[in-house]
Nanobody, 126 residues
Framework: QVQLVESGGGLVQAGGSLRLSCAAS????????MGWFRQAPGKEREFVAA?????????YYTDSVEGRFTISRDNAKNTVSLQMNSLKAEDTAIYYC??????????????????WGQGTQVTVSS
């Protein structure tokens, strides 16, 4: 089992920045990718960003955050972070950290992830 705990959410004005962090514990050696998803009120959960844990740490982003958000990892500390800059009102959502153990993970798909955090609220005021 893997436990994921997010932190760093909050309220920020449009154009501001926030940094989300996710700490993994438990059987972390099996994690191959970690990602961030978000869910806004009345909408489905959507992919935001992901990073492969090994092999150079390839990153993936949804188009709407490309150039504004940066995902990074610290394998020694079992953490993944999401630096969010130039935030917009439409970024308002609950942000979830997720971990995948499959060696053939499709990192942009929610079904590929085995473990999920409880979520952290990000609110961007316009």
């Amino acid at each position: 089992q893997v436990q994921l705990v997010e932190s760093g959410g909050g309220l920020v004005q449009a154009g501001g920045s926030l940094r989300l962090s996710c700490a993994a514990s438990g059987r972390t050696s099996g994690i191959n990718a970690m990602g961030w998803f978000r869910q806004a009120p009345g909408k489905e959960r959507e992919f935001v960003a992901a990073i492969i844990r090994w092999s150079g740490g390839r990153t993936y982003y949804t188009d709407s955050v490309e150039g504004r958000f940066t995902i990074s990892r610290d394998n020694a500390k079992n953490t993944v972070s999401l630096q969010m800059n130039s935030l917009k009102a439409e970024d308002t959502a609950i942000y979830y950290c997720a971990a995948a153990t499959s060696p053939n993970v499709v990192p942009t798909r929610a079904y590929a992830y085995d473990y999920w955090g409880q979520g952290t609220q990000v609110t961007v005021s316009s």
